[in-house]
């Protein structure tokens, strides 16, 4: 079990990003969150298996049609017991 953050950069917010996120993560079986930060970005924590995390890293990277990903800023962090199913906050 690994844990990952997230921080995207772009046009994100508007776009059908946290919606999309919210539907690849729970698809991908993960657990965690996503949410518009004020700054336009778009903040995501997730847990789950490395290989999934990585497919869902990737999906990040792209978003979905009307978002225009410039970059994103992935961590690891420690697992734990604080996220559940995949919500959008």
Same mark, same amino acid.
């Given at each position: ?15 059908? +990003?946290?919606?999309? !996120?919210? *539907?690849?993560?729970?698809? #991908?079986? #993960?657990? %965690? =969150?996503?949410?518009? @930060?004020?700054?336009? !970005?778009? &903040?995501?924590?997730?847990? %789950?298996?490395?290989? !999934? #995390? *990585?497919? +869902?890293?990737? +999906?990040? @990277? ?7 990903? !410039?970059?994103?800023? =992935? +961590?690891? &962090?420690?697992?734990?017991?604080? #996220? ?6």
């Amino acid at each position: 079990m690994k844990r990952a953050g997230a921080v995207v950069h772009g046009r994100v917010q508007g776009v059908g +990003f946290r919606a999309a !996120t919210h *539907e690849t993560g729970r698809r #991908l079986g #993960l657990d %965690g =969150w996503v949410r518009n @930060r004020p700054d336009g !970005t778009v &903040e995501v924590r997730a847990q %789950g298996d490395p290989h !999934t #995390l *990585e497919q +869902f890293h990737d +999906f990040l @990277r792209h978003g979905p049609r009307m978002a225009r990903v !410039t970059n994103v800023d =992935w +961590f690891w &962090e420690a697992p734990a017991d604080d #996220l559940g199913p995949f919500e959008i906050k």
